[in-house]
């Protein structure tokens, strides 16, 4: 399971209106790009102060700019290596924040193990990233070849981030008594049960952890048949 590039042209071609638009009033790819990243980081502030249902909206408007600035370049006729560099350094960057703000956020609302989640998906995301950049330096799946491998790209991230956060802001993480745990009354971890708002955060960041491992191996094992084949030769 994955997402084509016949079906990533045509999502991004919806936004190809949009993009214009913003080109005629005087903005740039490169000027949606760094729209893309400040908004990206008011939304990673947001989850810092655990402003969950915002930030997730935040980060997702964040995440479209990244459709904007390419749908501009292509449609404009203003692609360039340079272009291409700054998207790709920035998207990193706003990602990073993000998670870092996510972590400052769970730590803060008291919950051990919610940051680690955080971690897990922030480690294995970055990782779908680097790999799929390792094995294109390294003249494997050119283009956007590599874009299309693996079961949880950027976008599937982002909407499931986002969806987790809005939806778990919506279901509340503040504390939730506990009933006794045995008939003498005594109280469970303290007397506080995790909220159903931080379990969906958690749920969120666990499916991206475990998505974004299985598509680290698929691309490590696309390349391997590349390699394979580049040694070998193609079977007659």
Request: aromatic share 6%.
């Amino acid at each position: 399971m994955a997402i084509s590039n016949e079906t990533r042209s045509r999502v991004k071609a919806i936004f190809v209106p949009l993009a214009l638009a913003l080109g005629r009033l005087g903005l740039t790819p490169d000027a949606l790009t760094l729209a893309g990243f400040a908004i990206t980081a008011a939304g990673a502030l947001l989850l810092w102060n655990q402003l969950w249902l915002a930030g997730g909206l935040v980060v997702f408007v964040g995440g479209v700019f990244d459709l904007l600035d390419g749908a501009l370049a292509r449609a404009s006729g203003q692609v360039s290596r340079l272009g291409a560099f700054m998207d790709s350094v920035f998207d990193r960057w706003g990602e990073a924040l993000v998670y870092v703000g996510l972590i400052a956020g769970l730590s803060a609302s008291g919950w051990a193990d919610a940051p680690i989640f955080a971690s897990a998906a922030m480690a294995s995301a970055f990782l779908v990233s680097y790999a799929r950049a390792k094995a294109e330096g390294l003249g494997f799946s050119p283009g956007t070849g590599m874009a299309a491998v693996g079961i949880m790209p950027r976008e599937i991230r982002l909407v499931i981030l986002c969806s987790g956060l809005v939806l778990g802001g919506v279901l509340g993480t503040g504390v939730v008594i506990a009933q006794p745990c045995s008939a003498g009354g005594a109280a469970c971890a303290g007397g506080a049960a995790l909220p159903p708002g931080i379990i969906v955060i958690e749920g969120a960041l666990a499916i991206i952890a475990l998505g974004a491992t299985i598509t680290v191996i698929q691309r490590v094992l696309r390349v391997r048949a590349q390699a394979r084949e580049a040694s070998h030769g193609p079977i007659a």
